[in-house]
């Protein structure tokens, strides 16, 4: 499959395996520090995951990051060229200078047949890939470092026992329906493709949306942030800037059709720097519209919708119906018609 070929011949797409599956803590691929390197793009969700529980678990002296191009063309995910303005955390590759990812996939196995995606954990001593299967590199950061970190850190655990049979059984339908069903809508290349992906992401939102209306702790597991908040977060913060007008998600938006999602994913983007501070809205923005030329391809990225996360509750709304405010959409540069959305601080009152 080309790097940019995403639909199957039916129209369907069809997200294929991770092949490296190893774990840091395994016999092979010990916790030590000055070992490991983690490559990621900013508008990636499964990425997203990853940094969220790098920064939730201290491990940023552990697992050092590079940030990759937002650009993904057919070479795939690439890094910053000779010549090129830095910018935004956009970087080269530090250990081999590499232009693509692809290049260390081809570097661990020279006979690699797969995508070429992020987030990958490389073994700087072992000059290979430990692995680029997301959902297990956030369960074993949980533990993998406990004995290096902060006395703070060390047994924080977001897959906690008395919570694991429920997460398993969310994670499944959330991850088929909505993580992976944006994707399903947006690279379906017939009606029927896209409508049978459609359908089952809303009727996932209405039982999420359900489901936050009956808790009472603000999380999707009562009082506990979990595994489960993360995965879906990095979906749902991308929902209504990115999959509703790009992925044609538009049967409705998380901020005007779903209340306690929307409230949910406010108390987690301006409460949390893990989550906050690991969100990058122009990458996001500029990967999608830029990189996904047969969905969009004059690359035009809407301004909108603008905040990117409303305030809490209780602060004031940018944006109303009616009285579009412009007061944060500031020039990049002076003189420049091109503007960027300055988020307002919460009130810290």
């Not at 009956?214 to 979990?226: A, C, H, M, Q, V």
């Not at 929307?262 to 990967?287: M, Q, S, V």
Request: charged letters at 30%; a negative charge.
């Amino acid at each position: 499959m080309a790097i940019t070929n995403w639909a199957s011949k039916d129209g369907h797409f069809r997200r294929p395996e991770s092949q490296f599956r190893n774990s840091i803590g395994d016999k092979d691929f010990p916790a030590e520090k000055d070992r490991y390197h983690l490559y990621v793009s900013y508008a990636c969700p499964w990425a997203h995951r990853v940094l969220i529980v790098r920064k939730l678990k201290g491990l940023e002296e552990f697992l050092p990051v590079t940030v990759v191009h937002w650009e993904m063309l057919e070479g795939g995910w690439r890094f910053l060229k000779d010549g090129e303005q830095a910018g935004n955390d956009i970087e080269k590759d530090p250990l081999y200078n590499s232009q693509f990812i692809k290049d260390l996939y081809f570097k661990a196995k020279p006979d690699y047949e797969g995508r070429f995606t992020v987030p990958t954990i490389w073994d700087k001593k072992q000059e290979t890939i430990v692995n680029n299967e997301s959902s297990e590199i956030i369960r074993f950061l949980n533990t993998a470092f406990d004995d290096l970190v902060e006395p703070k850190y060390k047994g924080v655990t977001y897959y906690p026992e008395d919570l694991r049979s429920k997460i398993d059984e969310l994670n499944e339908w959330v991850y088929n329906t909505v993580n992976n069903g944006v994707y399903k809508c947006g690279f379906a290349s017939t009606q029927e493709a896209y409508e049978a992906a459609l359908f089952p992401l809303f009727e996932s939102l209405n039982r999420l949306e359900k489901q936050l209306s009956e808790t009472s702790g603000g999380y999707l597991f009562g009082d506990k942030l979990t595994e489960a908040d993360i995965r879906l977060f990095t979906t749902i913060v991308r929902f209504d800037v990115v999959y509703v007008q790009h992925f044609k998600t538009n049967l409705g938006t998380i901020r005007h059709n779903y209340p306690h999602l929307n409230r949910w994913l406010k108390k987690l983007y301006w409460n949390d720097a893990a989550f906050k501070d690991t969100t990058n809205f122009e990458h996001i923005k500029k990967h999608y519209t830029k990189s996904h030329t047969q969905i969009n391809p004059t690359k035009i990225t809407p301004v909108g919708p603008l905040p990117h996360v409303e305030p809490e509750d209780g602060g004031d709304v940018i944006l109303k119906v009616g009285n579009i405010k412009l007061d944060h959409l500031v020039p990049e540069t002076e003189g420049s018609r091109t503007h960027t959305l300055k988020h307002p601080e919460p009130n810290p009152e």
